[in-house]
């Protein structure tokens, strides 16, 4: 099984950019389709965006399409979210997520077996 680690996550004004990543340890990460999800206080996890084992195949929630991409290194283990152009409402806890389907780009968050603790990431009006 893979043990996911997130880091990354802070504070930024409204406009701002943030990157956050995931460190992936004992699996086969290349095997796995990613996904990042986010909790904000009060609210149910809700998915962000995914991307497949080869990193060729993405899909965005659209709240977030245009502004955050995701993106893959299996040499390294590591999966990214770059987001841009941050609002108020991107507010919320960050989590990584591996979904055992390698090629499963989608948002079903039962889909994905394995999690990590979440990075807080707070955007200010």
């Known amino acids: 099984q893979v043990q996911l680690v997130e880091s990354g996550g802070g504070l930024v004004q409204a406009g701002g950019s943030l990157r956050v990543s995931c460190a992936a340890s004992g699996g086969t990460f290349n095997t796995y389709a990613m996904g990042w999800f986010r909790q904000a206080p009060g609210k149910e996890r809700e998915f962000v965006a995914a991307i497949n084992w080869l990193g060729g195949g993405t899909y965005y929630t659209d709240s977030v399409k245009g502004r955050f991409t995701i993106s893959r290194d299996n040499a390294k283990n590591t999966l990214w979210l770059q987001m841009n152009s941050l609002k108020p409402e991107d507010t919320a806890v960050y989590y990584c997520?591996?979904?055992?389907?390698?090629?499963?780009?989608?948002?079903?968050?039962?889909?994905?077996?394995?999690w990590g603790q979440g990075t807080q990431v707070t955007v200010s009006s």
């Open positions: 997520a591996a979904c055992p389907s390698s090629d499963y780009v989608g948002p079903l968050l039962a889909e994905y077996k394995y």
